[in-house]
């Protein structure tokens, strides 16, 4: 059998062991220290935007948190875009609060501004108006960042910008994870860059980035006994996994260029086989590629092409099962149009990770070739 061709793995720039190893000869093991302040300094010249970062232990904390900043609490309506990875939604039900699932729309299979705004209506005339939304740049393309914004702003409700998919994609030249009251991001082992386990929160008032690293550090009063006012949570990034991410910052933008050229590949690959279909990028938006999406004629030719790379031992993966259809949400309330289901049963991720070789990605191509037989 042929080596595993693994969906997204993480992929080392060379300069992370370095820092690694830096961080135990100062005995920086700790969940702070000056690797954790570095990677928030490193990501926030990046992102610019007068940005403020907080490195927490993963992206689901980081929600968790910018829910908990935004006031969310028992009782509430939170509006969440239902085609996502469940880490999106989980972080409302924490809080003791309702999803509101809201469906996509077709150009970039993100939160549709239609079915959002009929749910915001719909709330507020059942008498609660949703305390947040949650939109995702789905496999790192924006989402409709215009439209929602100004529905956001119109009916004044703040937007928890689940950018965990979308380091270095931007729309109109500005970076994804700037966009929102508060903005997430995950450096889980899968994403463009990974720590192994991380996240963070992106704001553009330090008061709120300040208050993050106050509740993710078991919100400790400032006083030389241990006080509590306030119920904290233990979120913060290890600074040995800072060090990783530091590394990984170095090799962002190749990450990015890497991920493109798969697509790009991929694309061009398949031109002359009908039955496959890409997403293209809409006027303005800049995709990060994280994963390369194709959409079959059915979930009959998906489960064929994914069952069929199996053999090869390909990794595949079906888009994200929406959340309204998910067993735990049943009883969630969905604002649904038909587009996300369509998507999930259509659709596949094909190997995109930004380590993949010519050898692999023509192993893949030959794969799906012999499927079609073309
Ligand atoms: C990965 C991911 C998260 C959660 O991040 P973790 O760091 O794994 O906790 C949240 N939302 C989306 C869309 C993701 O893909």
Same mark, same amino acid.
């Given at each position: 059998m042929e080596s595993k061709i693994w969906l997204s793995s993480p992929h080392m720039g060379g300069k992370e062991q370095s820092y690694i190893n830096n961080a135990f000869e100062t005995n920086w +093991?700790?969940?702070?220290g000056p690797h954790v302040n570095g990677f928030e300094s490193d990501l926030q010249n990046y992102l610019n935007q007068d940005s403020h970062v907080a490195a927490l232990s993963s992206g689901t904390a980081a929600i968790h948190l910018g829910l908990i900043l935004l006031n969310v609490s028992h009782g509430d309506e939170v509006i969440c875009?239902?085609? *996502?990875?469940s880490a999106s939604a989980n972080p409302i039900a924490y809080q003791g609060a309702t999803p509101i699932f809201v469906d996509s729309e077709?150009? *970039?299979?993100?939160?549709c501004p239609q079915q959002l705004e009929i749910a915001i209506k719909d709330r507020i005339s059942k008498g609660k108006k949703p305390k947040a939304i949650i939109p995702v740049h789905l496999y790192g393309m924006p989402y409709k960042i215009e439209e929602i914004h100004n529905i956001a702003k119109q009916y004044d409700i703040p937007v928890l910008e689940d950018s965990a998919e979308a380091l270095g994609s931007t729309y109109n030249g500005t970076k994804c994870g700037t966009f929102g009251d508060i903005a997430i991001l995950s450096f889980n082992g899968?994403? +463009?860059? %990974?720590?192994?386990g991380g996240g963070a929160i992106v704001t553009k008032d330090l008061k709120l980035k300040e208050k993050a690293v106050f509740l993710a550090t078991q919100?400790? #009063?400032?006083?030389? #006994?241990?006080?509590?006012a306030s119920i904290g949570y233990n979120y913060r990034l290890s600074n040995v996994l800072a060090g990783i991410g530091r590394g990984q910052m170095e090799v962002l933008d190749d990450h990015v260029a890497a991920r493109r050229r798969n697509y790009a590949f991929y694309k061009d690959s398949f031109k %002359? +086989?009908? #039955?496959l279909q890409f997403v293209e990028e809409p006027a303005g938006a800049f995709s990060n590629r994280w994963l390369s999406c194709v959409l079959t004629p059915s979930q009959e030719i998906r489960e064929g092409i994914r069952t069929s790379l199996e053999t090869y031992n390909i990794e595949t993966r079906p888009l994200w099962k929406p959340m309204h259809q998910q067993p735990v949400f049943k009883d969630a309330p969905q604002y649904i149009n038909g587009v996300s289901d369509e998507l999930f049963k259509k659709g596949l991720c094909l190997p995109s990770g930004s380590n993949l070789t010519e050898n692999e990605l023509n192993r893949v191509v030959s794969a799906i070739k012999m499927y079609f037989r073309a």
């Open positions: +093991i700790a969940p702070l875009q239902s085609k *996502t990875f077709k150009d *970039t299979w993100n939160m899968n994403k +463009i860059i %990974t720590t192994s919100a400790r #009063e400032k006083a030389v #006994e241990y006080l509590h %002359t +086989i009908e #039955e």
